[in-house]
Every structure is written in C-alpha cells, then in structure tokens.
C-alpha cells in the first residue's frame, strides 16, 4: 500500500500537483493509485441496457447527446441533440420515472433547449424527442437505444462541486470529484484539459477511460 501512494505521489510531482499534499486530499492520489475514479450507484440507474429487439437488427439512432447517463449541476439543464435533416421542428418532454411529466418545450426549429421548469434535485428524469416535418413523425430514442437518464445531484452536492469550481482547483481535481458525484460529461471533459496540459502521462488516459459509464 505505502509503494502504490508512493507511486501516486510521484505522478502528481511529475505533473506539478504537489499541491495536493499540502491540502491533504486523498481523493486524486487514490484515483491515481487505483487507475479508476469511482462512480456513484446510482449511474448504472442512468444507464440502462439497450432494448433487444427479436428478429432484427436494428441500427440504434443515438440521436439525443446530452444530458444522457450522467449528472448534472443544473437544475435546469442544457438539453442537446443532432439533427434529422432539414426542414424538422423539435418538441423536448422531460419525464420522471414514473412517467408523469416535468417539463416540455416548445416547437423547435434548433438541436438544444435550455429547461424552462426548475427540476427537482437528487432526482433521476428520462427524456425524449418528438420530431415532426409535415406529415412525419419521429420520437428519439427508440428501441433498441435505451432512454436517455440524468440525474440532478443534491444541493450539498452541488455546492461543495460549484464551490470547487470557482477556486483554485486544477483540471485534475476536477475531474476526480465530477466522477466521483458522477457528472460524467463535466469529468471526462476535465479529464481532457488536464490530459493537454500534461501530455504523455499514461495515468491520466487510464483515468479517461475510467469515466465511461458503469453498467
């Protein structure tokens, strides 16, 4: 044990993070030690398995990007999705899990609203997209893709991550409290700007590839 910290300090001087000793924080030499961040349990809930569909193989559309199997800070998130072509309007539902409705937007001719309902925190929502042009009419995802789930982390939560944020905190940081309160999307992109800032540090690409989401 004393040989893998020691190891894990070594890397945080290679990249100049010897800050970290004098905070004390154990959460980045751990992640360093381990090779992993840890998620939280509740993103195997915000990723469910595709759906599999007897007797075809259906291509999955994957069209809604984000907020899909993370956490968010936001109580009223950015949602994201690519286009179907031209000439298509967008309508965005925000469900619970039970179903009932949270939010909806209106007719859209763009691939992003941002929420105009303040969403309840700790709470995990699914939504989807209704496309229509003229006579057609598409809902995103559809089986085999699995509903697109975020979660809204809890107010100490956010606050302790907003707070760490508007500090002193490095990319790395950064990236190792995100996953660990499972934002995903903000520690992989974290992860990305401490890997440019620090290239050729194979620890840090081992942390990368910890982030994907736990199933």
């Known amino acids: ?5 020691a190891a894990a300090a070594a890397i945080l001087a290679t990249i100049g993070l010897t800050v970290w000793f004098e905070r004390r924080d154990r959460s980045v030499e751990d992640a360093l030690r381990t090779g992993s961040i840890p ?3 509740f993103v195997k809930e915000l990723n469910p398995p595709r759906e599999v569909l007897m007797g075809r193989d259906t291509p999955a559309s994957a069209a809604l990007l984000s907020p899909k199997g993370t956490a968010v800070l ?3 998130p950015s949602f994201l999705w690519k286009p179907l072509g031209e000439g298509w309007n967008y309508k965005v539902q925000v469900f619970a899990l039970d179903g009932v409705p949270a939010a909806e937007s209106p007719d859209l ?5 941002i929420c105009d309902r303040v969403l309840a925190r700790d709470r995990t929502y699914e939504w989807q997209i209704t496309a229509l042009r003229g006579n057609e009419h598409v809902t995103l995802e559809k089986p085999p893709e699995a509903p697109a789930r975020f979660r809204i982390v809890d107010a100490s939560t956010a606050a302790r991550l907003q707070g760490l944020a508007a500090g002193k905190s490095t990319y790395l940081q950064l990236a190792v409290e995100y996953g660990r309160a499972g934002l995903l999307d903000d520690a992989r992109r974290e ?3 401490a890997i440019e800032q620090h290239p050729g540090q194979p620890a840090l690409e081992r942390l990368l590839d910890s982030l994907q989401p736990a199933r």
């Open 1 to 5: 044990m004393w040989l893998a910290y």
């Open 39 to 41: 998620q939280p349990e």
């Open 74 to 76: 936001s109580q009223q």
């Open 109 to 113: 001719a763009t691939t992003a609203w």
């Open 191 to 193: 992860m990305r700007q």
